[in-house]
């Protein structure tokens, strides 16, 4: 009888030493995830880990209960240094390695199946373990989320492309790093400089020469000044000579205000919710001095997003 109980409080030393490792250690915020994915397991396992000083404090309780009485039960049936010796390798083995060791690499998948036992032990201990854990929660505040830096993110994504059990791939990899850090850039970086931009004057003829100069260069869209370069009016849309059927004045066909002003400083993120919410996608870049440095299109900014040269048909 006394053989059987020593047994069955292994056992449950055993369980408490394990599930602490095993619930406790898992990230509550990953739960959450996995919760919010829908992995059933995880969201029951959840709702027991989520008060985690409550559920420290019970198993706790009931781990070094269970040990108390063990030990007390060894010394019944052995005496003197012989029953420190017996208990203190029984414990630490079958009660605290083997178990921890379990529980710390299964313990959603087996844990799981463990939770109506914590959920019956976290009412059993309640009036004991409710103040401590109250204690414990003003004493050291609640429980943070794991809220990880853009760089740690950065990280976590390298080192799952670099896994052989992750779904992630290289291009994934490369988006996902280009839309972390394409904010970090601003637009004076990413522009197409003044002395590459092609505009044209308000005050020029769409001749046969300056429509083939058009052709040749391929550009969809067209900055227009007034006098001066820096003195941008609008944009002539290469799709509006369709139509061209005679020589016309450029002031006839250029769209005015159809372009936004930016300033090299303006992080990519602001420029591109301005494109997106003026429906413009094209802007002409301004430096300190509010002089026109060069132009910047949402093409510019894809490509900082999806770290990759956009080439197209007309691209050399
Ligand atoms: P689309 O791809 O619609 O034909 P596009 O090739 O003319 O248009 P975008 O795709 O918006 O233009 O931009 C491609 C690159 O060309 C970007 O680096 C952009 O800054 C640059 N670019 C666009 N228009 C001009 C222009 N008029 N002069 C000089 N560079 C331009």
Redesign the pocket.
């Known amino acids: 009888m006394t053989y059987l109980a020593i047994v069955l409080l292994l056992v449950l030393s055993a369980l408490f030493s394990g599930l602490t490792l095993g619930f406790l250690g898992l990230d509550r915020s990953e739960l959450e995830r996995k919760k919010n994915l829908g992995n059933h397991k995880a969201r029951v396992i959840y709702e027991v880990r989520k008060n985690n000083n409550l559920l420290l404090v019970t198993l706790l309780v009931g781990n070094v209960l269970v040990n108390a009485i063990l030990s007390v039960m060894l010394a019944s049936i052995t005496s003197g240094a012989f029953a420190v010796a017996v208990s203190t390798f029984l414990i630490v083995i079958f009660g605290e390695i083997i178990p921890q060791a379990f529980f710390a690499k299964y313990a959603l998948t087996v844990g799981y199946f463990f939770v109506p036992i914590v959920r019956l032990l976290l009412f059993v201990f309640y009036p004991i373990a409710f103040p401590v854990a109250w204690m414990l929660e003003k004493a050291m505040g609640k429980e943070q989320d794991t809220i990880w830096s853009k760089e740690e993110l950065a990280e976590v994504i390298k080192s799952h492309e670099d896994s052989s059990f992750s779904e992630l791939d290289s291009d994934e990899e490369k988006v996902i790093l280009g839309a972390l850090t394409f904010s970090d850039k601003k637009a004076g970086e990413v ?2 400089m003044k002395k ?4 044209l004057s308000e005050g020029s003829m769409l001749t046969e020469s300056v429509l083939h100069n058009i052709k040749e ?7 227009v000044y007034y006098k001066k370069q820096r003195n941008i009016v609008g944009v002539l849309f290469t799709k509006d000579l369709i139509t061209l059927r005679e020589t016309k004045p450029l002031a006839t066909v250029y769209r005015p205000d159809t372009i936004l002003q930016v300033h090299t400083r303006e992080s990519l993120d602001d420029v591109l919710n301005k494109f997106l919410h003026k429906r413009i ?2 802007a002409y870049v301004v430096n300190g001095d509010n002089k026109f440095v060069g ?6 900014i894809v ?1 900082e997003i999806i770290k990759t040269e ?1 080439n ?1 048909e ?2 050399e």
């Open positions: 522009m197409t590459e931009c092609f505009m260069r391929g550009h969809t869209r067209i900055p996608h094209m132009l910047i299109t949402l093409e510019d490509e956009i197209d007309s691209d």
